[in-house]
T-cell receptor, first 114, second 118 residues
Framework: AQSVTQPDIHITVSEGASLELRCNYS??????LFWYVQSPGQGLQLLLK??????LVQGIKGFEAEFKRSQSSFNLRKPSVHWSDAAEYFC????????????FGAGTILRVKS | EPEVTQTPSHQVTQMGQEVILRCVPI?????FYWYRQILGQKVEFLVS????????KSEIFDDQFSVERPDGSNFTLKIRSTKLEDSAMYFC????????????????FGPGTRLTVL
């Protein structure tokens, strides 16, 4: 069965510091991987996605993620965090088969201190 | 830019009442989904819908739940007799079948409806 693990429930970083949010997945076929961001009381906004090709993908707001098949990981990174990045981040895995449901991780809450 | 919309943004209901949550997917999309997120928990898949029928549903999606695309633009989730544990944020999502290159495409999420069952 598909599953996604985000081992860090909370992360606090200083504004301007680098950020890495971890995501590990379990999936039997070629995964399609996503990172979504959710601000309090808001919906889910897609940050970036990996379907195939270059394993380093660029997203919006200066985020990037690297797909490492050998480690079953898809970690999200940002070189310099801004206070407005404080939110909850969800990693998700899906496929292109019939239905294509997404399976989400539990989320990581990012706090940014000034 | 086209977006998925959901109404209402917040619904309060009494236990045992029926509720209908409404979604307007992006117009050229063909796959439709409902997810829910109980406060403080992860986003969970409920159901996917394609070609006017359910393509997959989770264990959560029991006989109390139903979905419908009544008029070619709206996509609704009905909970027949709400329970306290149905209190959650409900997200609608839609997706094109494939992009123009024949490749995969992502799901676009609406802003959610917060359902509170008293």
């Amino acid at each position: 069965a598909q599953s996604v693990t985000q081992p860090d429930i909370h992360i606090t970083v200083s504004e301007g510091a680098s950020l890495e949010l971890r995501c590990n997945y379990s999936y039997g076929a070629t995964p399609y991987l996503f990172w979504y961001v959710q601000s309090p009381g808001q919906g889910l906004q897609l940050l970036l996605k990996y379907f195939s090709g270059d394993t380093l993908v660029q997203g919006i707001k200066g985020f990037e993620a690297e797909f490492k098949r050998s480690q079953s990981s898809f970690n999200l990174r940002k070189p310099s965090v801004h206070w407005s990045d404080a939110a909850e981040y969800f990693c998700a895995v899906g496929n292109m088969e019939y239905g294509n449901k997404l399976v989400f991780g539990a989320g990581t809450i990012l706090r940014v201190k000034s | 830019e086209p977006e998925v919309t959901q109404t209402p943004s917040h619904q309060v209901t009494q236990m045992g009442q029926e509720v209908i949550l409404r979604c307007v997917p992006i117009s050229n999309h063909l796959y439709f989904y409902w997810y829910r997120q109980i406060l403080g928990q992860k986003v969970e898949f409920l159901v996917s819908f394609y070609n006017n029928e359910i393509s997959e549903k989770s264990e959560i999606f029991d006989d109390q739940f139903s979905v419908e695309r009544p008029d070619g633009s709206n996509f609704t989730l009905k909970i027949r007799s709400t329970k306290l544990e149905d209190s959650a944020m409900y997200f609608c999502a839609s997706r094109r079948r494939r992009n123009l290159s024949g490749g995969a495409d992502e799901q676009f999420f609406g802003p959610g409806t917060r359902l509170t069952v008293l």
